[in-house]
């Protein structure tokens, strides 16, 4: 997944915040959250330490999400936000699906899989990737649901947008996730569910219009607060957190339970979320981080493949059985060997994912040779390119990165060497 950049047009954020100071916070709290997930899905996870992961791994991602979404997004046509939007995830939803189909259908005669899906046909999946339940797609991958889910919450997102303001918007969508929480087990009692996450979007897009309402000031605000201030705030929020999901009982967004209280989970989820983040800001930039956050994408929907591969692997070479494969212990080795089997998974997909979802790695670079020398010879260069020329003159024709643009008043950039 190529890493996140921001709109620079942005008049929201003051001018000594740039792009790097937000993409570190950013990419510790995604570094953070995809480790939760990945760790939260090990095998012989202990049930409490299960459902504090549960609590609020998921409203982070749409927050974060949130965050990231640039108003130039916003501003482009319907048919336009549509088509990439499509593009970016229903291609990955797709692609990783078939990856998943095609890992069960080898895996699913082996071992103890061969007795649990031995009355299951090969097409019996066929049924979650048409309506994008987790409880369908179980069967292969259940972690695909956030795919389409998270389609449409930027699909009621930019359609309420167009006619509503940030704030009337973040207003609207907080009530809609309310409202949609507090009624989830009447909605749960009946005897269907909407297909494509469109019920789990309703709560979804509440977070994911928090994080777009805060995506200037949440940088502005740890730019300028003192260390001493965020730890304490932090250990505010960790405590509302700690105080809230223990008695609130287990969560699991895509199924729609949200616990024994409805406001518990919010303020559950809310700590959580502040919890990652003043955390992430805490920390400096790294590449593992980096790293992290660039391949969320890939991580997410295969470290169920990989968990599968770790238990078959311990059952074949150390003889443990589905029932000993517990404890905190085996779920920390399975967790630590799922990220090192992202490796070479990251690796083999991400060019051809990228190619496929139109969102390919691009390398910036200025020209190595002024093409517009014959024009400035001739007097017919603008001062655009006149300044460009002078960037290749100065040695600027290396490629540079994206974070080292630094947004200045009046939407001007400046580049460092």
């Not at 095609?102 to 007795?115: C, D, M, N, V, Y």
């Not at 797609?137 to 006619?163: E, H």
């Not at 060997?337 to 691009?362: D, E, K, M, N, W």
Request: aromatic fraction near 12%; charge should be positive.
């Amino acid at each position: 997944m190529p890493h996140q950049t921001f709109d620079t047009t942005l008049s929201v954020e003051p001018s000594h915040i740039t792009l790097r100071e937000r993409s570190r916070v950013v990419d510790n709290a995604k570094a953070i959250g995809i480790l939760l997930v990945v760790f939260g899905h090990a095998m012989g996870l202990p049930a409490g330490l299960s459902r504090s992961i549960f609590a609020f791994h998921m409203p982070l991602f749409f927050f974060l999400s949130g965050v990231l979404l640039s108003e130039a997004n916003l501003r482009i046509g319907v048919v336009e936000f549509l088509r990439k939007r499509g593009r970016g995830v229903l291609v990955p939803y797709v692609f990783f699906f078939l990856v998943a189909w095609s890992f069960w259908i080898i895996t699913s005669r082996l071992g103890h899989r061969a007795e649990k899906f031995a009355n299951v046909g090969w097409d019996a999946p066929l049924k979650g990737l048409i309506t994008g339940l987790s409880s369908d797609l179980s069967i292969v991958n259940p972690t695909l649901w956030f795919f389409p889910c998270f389609l449409f919450v930027m699909v009621y997102y930019f359609g309420v947008r167009k006619f509503a303001s940030k704030g009337v918007s973040t207003v609207l969508f907080g009530l809609l996730a309310v409202t949609a929480v507090a009624f989830s087990r009447q909605v749960n009692a009946l005897p269907f569910r909407l297909p494509w996450g469109l019920d789990v979007a309703c709560v979804a897009t509440g977070f994911y219009a928090f994080g777009q309402q805060l995506r200037g000031p949440i940088v502005q605000v740890l730019s300028n607060v003192d260390w001493v201030w965020r730890t304490a705030v932090l250990a505010v929020a960790a405590l509302c957190f700690l105080a809230a999901w223990p008695p609130n009982g287990a969560v699991d967004m895509q199924a729609q339970l949200y616990g024994i209280t409805p406001w518990l989970f919010f303020v559950a989820s809310l700590g959580g979320i502040a919890s990652t983040v003043l955390i992430a800001s805490l920390f400096p930039a790294s590449i593992g981080a980096r790293w992290l956050s660039d391949n969320t994408l890939i991580i997410f929907p295969t470290h169920t493949l990989a968990f599968v591969l770790v238990s078959g692997l311990s059952q074949l070479l150390f003889g443990f059985s589905p029932a000993t494969q517990a404890g905190i212990g085996y779920a920390l080795g399975a967790t630590v060997l799922a990220l090192i089997c992202a490796i070479p998974t990251v690796a083999l997909l991400r060019r051809p994912l990228g190619i496929l979802a139109g969102s390919a790695p691009v390398v910036r670079r200025l020209p190595t040779k002024p093409p517009l020398a014959a024009e400035l010879f001739m007097g017919k260069a603008t001062q655009e390119k006149r300044n460009m020329l002078s960037l290749w003159r100065a040695g600027f024709h290396r490629p540079f990165r994206a974070q080292s643009v630094e947004v200045l008043p009046r939407q001007k950039t400046t580049l460092h060497r």
